[in-house]
């Protein structure tokens, strides 16, 4: 019940945004907060009545729905969901505190739309049932594509388009491959059903199941983003909203991650390992690829959706490598690039409001009008070059031991990283806020509610950081792929 | 909670105070927060180090106290905890950075009076304190990473502290990337350390190695990868290029983080992973081949310096050469009482050339100063010496270490003859630009354009008087580092009888030999820096800048640059340029204009027509 | 009566035809165009008469009549919209009238 009530709060909040907010836009993002600090609170009572049994998925509310296919309206909740849940809502009232200045107009749409699209994602992490979490995948993309399209930079609807078509094109791969699903089920068992826990029983033989890993594959690749599926990426980025980057990368790309380890990994175990070496391959590749492009950008947002390319490389390396160490890595790392990516996005929107540019060319010297705001920088750019002390080390460490075992060269390859995000970190803020000011630039230090922001994220990436283990007490049990043996070609 | 693990906590209290307060803090407040942040964690260092005394004294066993915090994450079975360990090594390692830290600091209060941005600067430095003291302490390899990145981070702030001067900015980069390339490989050390041990606590890694020790190949590679991460940080061959750029930063800090604690973190690794080197001794002697190349080269290479804090980097480069050359020799206890002494007389060097540097209006090229022992006869006084400490002049605490070093080399199995030969050079070098330095610096006549403005604060002078003491006797600290080392087994066969007249009397020499080339004569021009291309080529360091830059920087910048606008994109943009291709194609049919349309109608029914007849 | 030869009607409303057709081309005013395709469905109606008396039939007059009726609604519809469009444009020039480019 709880992650029903929690979308449906969201989705209630968001229409009565949209119906009467026009005449109380000052009062909206009070209102959406409200509604999500609500959510948080509800999740956190459930968490705290129920922290036992996260070990295993927990049913929640399930009531038929289209009784003649045998789709249920069926949710339910384990730790990977919860720990989703909770990174959602809280870079939820992250993007809350970045739109109250930037959004000039057709507030209440916007809000709407921000709700509708959170709204979705948690029907992501909390669908049981594959068309309902289809439906869910569908409605998290359209209320993003219409932050990105309308209160965008000034080439945001060819950004919007390309985050659309290809989004919408991948997924349909994944239809395709649910609907063969539910049909085999029926073959199999009698009965069509599209229940997540029903297809666990599944005999897939092997040519078939490899095809339908990939048609699930390629939709999380897309939303990973991994190369070379990325370059929706930069571009969505760049012109979204503050609030729309903070979203897209902290928590849209995470259901990326969240599909390959809920669907393709278990659900495919024996084609998995057969395409191994591939996503392997593809994740050292997006690894290296995106900080050497990170590098090369001179747009603050750009060098930032890079970054973030380069990190869910890291996520795909850990999850084909079969190692319990690494996949523990990558739910850190999920976690860590949602928290430090929202944060860099936060810091662009904070400077472009102040600067009206994202070139770093016509940045510089920030440091000595807005020393706060330069120390806030250094911690998250640390964070995101794997300082230790922070959570994304962790992460990466995690990653990277785990790989080490089955695949040493793909590590060292990897591992090369750990310079190239130094170089870009490096960059990103001296360019910024070290090296002469330019002629008169003064700019404002952080105000109240980017503290706010600012305070939370770093926080959270430190308490975390020190005591990973309170994120990562509830895996032990759950890693699905533990029991095979890596048959695939070491690499 | 003890002492023990309270030690790191007291400089990063300081640090948050100093930090968040930050322009609310007057000097004298802010000097007070820092000084006791450092001051209190040096006391405790006392403390703890005397309780470890006491104890080693009473059981013949390695003492070593361990003190848990909490358990940072779980790697498979293995706990990765916050943990600190205090044993002989880390306690001379403690002592150093406090003790020489702290006297650092009070002399850094003294230099960064006037600076706008003080207490930022004395926030970091106790920042770098807390980091350095979470690297020695370190119980295990990812929190000894965790103090190694936290000192690298640091270093990079301080170095760019006056970040408005784009060359500053840009040697704190170089700083950090040229050490992050060592990291790595560190890092890379660990994954395979733990892949062979299953643990990366070091105590039980070293346990293991008498039971089961690691194979060959594997132990070749980890004492490889760490001896990348060691040469990184402790600036050596083929990574120490950042070094001498690293001058940029404010004098203390080129003190405190780039002469006496940073960069001997290499060493301390080394020492630390003494039993896995033991398993690999190829690396040893790749260990004393990296000390004794980087001893000459650096020393070549501070020949023809002209700024004198690049004079003193290269010498910090040469000095740890020796460290590591000792390591190398398997003379572990030497090089780190030669870490020791060297913090010593490295940051008085320093600090006494902040001095003058601060004097003079920060003018630090040496060919703009001369005569200054008449003008600044305590401070020059002092400067020679940490000079003489440099030489291993004999009574000095360098002699003590620095001799030791050199007498086991020509016995050791990783190391021999050449090696000594190499040290022997070396410490000839090693004289000829230090009294090159003094001659120029201290004697002839006064060659700069401003009057020299010498501070006279006590808090300048009380750390130069006390680290001039160090450095005289400083060598006769008891260190009790024997029961932390594995002795080396050294062959039988005597070595020559002249070794030690010789080891100790060619510096002497060299000095002779610097007074004829450099001392300023009454009658003759003032000395100038030399115009030959072996002079350039060795005072640009012998071209391993210029070298990597056109190798691997220029390289990797044009890559990443011609790629800007991402060749995976064009591909995806080639399928909606053939989209719009072809719809502009077949738009240039539908022209809207009737008359067009009927002829072309009329010629198709023509051609069909003619078709079907012919 | 005199007989006609079969082939001279048909080079007749062949080359009544391609007048047609090339006034159709040619002309740029509508009303002109207009008349031409009144040309040109003259030039197949007298090839249907032709062939209707060629073989004793009445289809060909019977086309003929088609055709007449055609041509009147077509001039009908064809001459109402010349008039709209002189009333809206001013003229009656048929190049004008290009709003339908792709």
């Keep these: 019940m709880i992650l029903t009530n929690i979308i449906a709060i969201l989705m209630l909040v968001a229409l009565v945004s949209l119906i009467i907010g026009s005449k109380f836009s000052r009062s909206l993002p009070y209102l959406a907060a409200g509604s999500v600090v609500l959510c948080f609170f509800l999740l956190a009572r459930f968490a705290s009545n129920n922290h036992d049994i996260f070990h295993q998925a927990m049913p929640l509310l399930s009531v038929p729905w289209i009784t003649s296919l045998g789709i249920d309206y069926a949710t339910f909740i384990d730790s990977l969901s919860f720990i989703l849940v909770a990174l959602t809502l809280i870079l939820a009232l992250v993007c809350i505190l970045v739109s109250v200045n930037e959004i000039q107009h057709h507030h209440n749409f916007y809000y709407f739309n921000l709700l509708t699209a959170l709204a979705g994602i948690i029907g992501v992490f909390a669908a049981a049932d594959l068309f309902l979490f289809f439906f869910f995948w569908e409605v998290m993309l359209l209320p993003m594509t219409a932050l990105i399209a309308i209160w965008g930079h000034e080439n945001r609807r060819y950004a919007a388009i390309k985050f659309f078509i290809f989004t919408q094109v991948s997924s349909l791969l994944m239809l395709v491959a649910i609907i063969i699903m539910a049909f085999i089920h029926q073959q199999q068992f009698g009965e069509i059903s599209f229940n997540y826990f029903d297809w666990q029983r599944l005999n897939l033989s092997m040519p078939l199941q490899y095809w339908l890993m990939l048609g699930f594959f390629i939709a999380f690749a897309v939303k990973l983003p991994s190369f070379p599926f990325h370059t929706w990426l930069p571009d969505a980025h760049t012109q979204a909203p503050t609030a729309g980057s903070v979203l897209l990368a902290g928590v849209l790309l995470k259901t990326g991650a969240y599909g390959l380890m809920r669907f393709v990994l278990p659900l495919f175990e024996q084609a998995t390992v057969e395409f191994a070496p591939i996503a392997i391959a593809l994740g050292v590749i997006s690894i290296i690829y995106g900080a050497v492009m990170a590098f090369a950008q001179s747009d603050f947002k750009r060098l930032v959706a890079y970054s973030s390319i380069s990190h869910m490389g890291f996520v795909t390396l850990a999850l084909f490598s079969f190692s319990s160490i690494a996949y523990h890595g990558a739910i850190v790392t999920i976690v860590a690039h949602g928290l430090s990516s929202a944060a860099l996005f936060s810091m662009a929107g904070i400077l472009y409001q102040r600067l009206h540019t994202r070139e770093l060319s016509k940045m510089g010297g920030l440091f000595a009008s807005a020393p706060r705001m330069g120390g806030m920088l250094l911690v998250f750019v640390a964070a995101a070059f794997g300082m230790p002390g922070l959570l994304n080390f962790v992460g990466e460490f995690m990653t990277l031991t785990g790989t080490f075992a089955s695949h040493p060269v793909a590590t060292v390859l990897a591992a090369t990283a750990m310079i190239g995000s130094a170089i870009y970190g490096m960059y990103l803020f001296q360019g910024s806020f070290q090296g002469k000011p330019h002629a008169g630039v003064q700019i404002a230090d952080l105000l109240a509610h980017e503290w706010l922001l600012c305070g939370l994220l770093f926080a959270l990436l430190l308490y975390l950081g020190l005591f990973p283990q309170s994120l990562l007490m509830h895996f032990e049990a759950i890693y699905p792929a533990a029991n095979i043996t890596v048959t695939g070609g070491k690499l | 909670m003890t002492a023990l693990t309270l030690l790191p906590f007291f400089p990063l209290f300081s640090f948050l105070i100093l930090i968040i307060f930050s322009k609310r803090l007057n000097w004298q407040l802010a000097t007070v927060i820092a000084l006791s942040g450092v001051g209190l964690s040096f006391l405790a260092s006392v403390l703890l180090i005397n309780d470890l005394y006491a104890v080693s004294q009473s059981s013949d066993i390695s003492a070593g106290v361990r003190e848990s915090l909490w358990t940072w994450f779980m790697l498979g079975e293995h706990e990765v905890q916050v943990a600190f360990f205090l044993d002989p090594l880390s306690a001379v390692m403690i002592a150093v950075v406090t003790g020489v830290g702290w006297l650092i600091h009070g002399f850094a209060a003294a230099y960064m009076r006037e600076d706008e941005n003080y207490s930022r600067f004395m926030a970091y430095m106790n920042l770098f304190i807390c980091a350095m003291l979470i690297l020695v302490l370190a119980d295990n390899l990812v929190l000894l990473y965790l103090g190694w990145e936290g000192v690298g981070l640091c270093s990079f702030l301080l170095i760019g502290f006056w970040y408005q001067e784009p060359g500053n900015a840009i040697a704190a980069r170089k700083a950090f990337i040229v050490t992050r390339i060592g990291d790595t490989l560190l890092a890379l050390g660990l994954f395979y350390l733990f892949l062979e041990t299953n643990t990366l606590n070091i105590q039980e890694i070293l346990a293991q190695q008498d039971s089961s020790p690691l194979s060959s190949e594997a132990a070749w590679w980890i004492a490889l990868l760490l001896l990348g991460g060691a040469v990184g940080k402790s600036a050596q061959l083929p990574l120490h290029t950042w070094l001498p750029d690293a001058m940029a930063g404010p004098t203390p800090v080129s003190a405190l983080i780039h002469a006496a604690t940073m960069v001997t973190a290499g060493v301390y690794l080394i020492a630390r992973m003494q039993g896995v080197y033991l398993q690999a001794p190829d690396i040893l002697n790749l260990v004393a081949w990296t000390g004794s190349l980087t001893l000459l080269i650096a020393g070549i290479a501070a020949l023809a310096q002209e700024d004198i804090k690049r004079v003193l980097a290269y010498s910090t480069m040469s000095q740890i050469g020796y460290m590591m050359l000792g390591l190398g020799a398997g003379a572990n206890v030497a090089a780190i009482t030669h870490l020791m002494t060297h913090a010593f007389f490295k940051a008085l060097l320093f600090l006494t050339a902040g001095a003058i540097i601060l004097a003079a209006h920060h003018q630090q090229n040496i060919f703009h100063m001369g005569g200054l022992l008449k003008r600044m006869p305590l401070i020059s006084i002092l400067f020679v010496i940490g000079i003489a400490a440099l030489i291993a002049f004999p009574g000095t605490s360098g002699f003590v270490s620095k001799e030791a070093i050199i007498g086991q080399l020509w016995q050791s199995p990783t190391a021999g003859p050449a090696f000594w030969w190499m040290a022997i050079l070396g410490a000839f070098i090693t004289s000829l630009y230090s009294f090159r330095l003094v001659f120029i610096t201290f004697f002839g006549q006064y060659r700069g354009q401003h009057e020299l403005h010498p501070q006279r604060h006590f808090l300048l002078l009380v750390p130069l008087c006390m680290l001039a003491v160090l450095a005289i006797l400083g060598g006769y600290i008891p260190t009790n580092l024997e029961q932390v080392f594995v002795a080396v087994d050294a062959p039988d066969s005597q070595s020559p009888s002249w070794l030690h007249s010789v080891a100790i009397g060619l510096p002497l020499v060299a000095i002779v030999v610097a007074y004829v080339i450099y001392f300023p004569r009454a009658n003759a021009t003032e000395p100038v820096p030399g115009k030959g291309s072996l002079y350039r080529f060795s005072r640009n360091g012998l071209g391993f800048d210029a070298t990597y830059d056109a190798l691997l920087v220029k390289p990797f910048v044009k890559l990443a640059k011609l790629n800007r606008h991402d060749a995976i994109d064009l591909l995806v943009q080639l399928i909606s340029w053939n989209a719009f291709t072809w719809n502009s194609a077949a738009k240039a049919i539908q022209s809207g204009r009737l008359r067009w349309y009927a002829a072309t109608l009329g010629i198709g029914t023509i051609i069909l027509l003619l078709g079907v007849m012919l | ?102």
């Design chain 3, 1 to 102: 009566m005199i007989d006609i030869p079969i082939t001279h009607v048909f080079m007749i409303s062949a080359l009544l035809f391609c007048v047609g057709f090339i006034g159709v081309l040619a002309r740029r005013n509508t009303l002109f165009m207009l008349m031409s395709l009144e040309v040109m469905l003259n030039a197949v109606g007298l090839a249907f008469v032709g062939a209707g008396s060629l073989w004793q039939e009445a289809d060909g007059q019977i086309m003929f009549i088609l055709i007449l009726t055609l041509a009147a609604a077509e001039v009908a519809i064809g001459l109402a919209l010349l008039i709209r469009m002189q009333h809206q444009r001013h003229n009656v020039d048929v190049d004008g009238l290009s709003q339908l480019r792709g």
